[in-house]
């Protein structure tokens, strides 16, 4: 899939549009939102197990955001945040659910962002 491709997902951020700290970033090949300066959310529109809405929190919230929402799951490879895939049938719902917790400044969601390494490290996954 060419790079110039939309996201499909990028539709639940609209709800961050009009706030003024709401920043977008590409991440793995999918969009983060930042808001507040912390990474809240990963929406991912690639192949299984990327196609789907991430949760960036700590491990500690996680009970308490499953117990509100079950779909939420910890990703099967990136275990420290949750996620619900596309084809759960609750996918809309958990994602206004996570943009109003977002919105509110909710503290189980939000992550600080981990600074970048210098030129000579790594940079993140590849867009492909």
Known sequence: ??????????????????????????????????????????????????????????????????DEMPALQPHPVLRKWLYVPQDDPAFETVAQQMTALVLARDPRVGVEPKPRRGSRGKSALPDT
């Open 1 to 66: 899939m060419p790079s110039s491709v939309r996201n499909s997902l990028l539709w639940i951020f609209d709800a961050f549009e009009r706030e003024p700290t709401y920043v977008s970033k590409r991440m793995f090949g999918s969009d983060a939102a930042y808001i507040d300066g912390l990474l809240c959310l990963v929406a991912a529109d690639r192949a299984k197990p990327w196609n789907g809405l991430l949760v960036c929190t700590s491990q500690e919230r996680h009970r308490a955001l499953i």
